[in-house]
């Protein structure tokens, strides 16, 4: 099992920044493969970054180039900085943990965080 605790969501204005935090327990989080995930009301989840434990990262167009995913291994912790906010950025932001890494934003992982609410505003 593996438990997952996002934080760092909020509100701000277009142009600024959030950094998200999701700390892992209950696993060798050094085998893990970590993604985030958002989803806006009526929506499928979408795959924005992935994080595998060998360092290799995905991103998905939308946010490429603006988002930042990297982990602290020793705190069992992946982040995501989020720079150059956008108001289509808006949406409940999900960690995930242990995908398939041959499809590192496909939302087909085991363990899912209870996620965290960014919202921009123009």
């Known amino acids: 099992q593996v438990q997952l605790a996002e934080s760092g969501g909020g509100s701000v204005q277009a142009g600024g920044s959030l950094r998200l935090s999701c700390v892992a327990s209950?696993?060798?989080?050094?085998?893990?493969?970590m993604a985030w995930f958002r989803q806006e009301p009526g929506k499928e989840r979408e795959g924005i970054a992935s994080?595998?434990?060998?360092?290799?990262?995905n991103y998905a167009d939308s946010v490429q180039g603006r988002f930042t995913v990297s982990q602290d291994k020793a705190k069992y912790t992946a982040y995501l900085q989020m720079d150059s906010l956008k108001p289509e950025d808006t949406a409940m932001y999900y960690c995930a943990a242990e995908g398939r890494r041959s499809s590192p934003l496909a939302p087909t992982y085991n363990y899912w965080g209870q996620g965290t609410q960014v919202t921009v505003s123009s």
């Open positions: 994080i595998d434990s060998d360092g290799t990262i």
């Open positions: 209950g696993y060798l989080y050094n085998t893990l493969l």
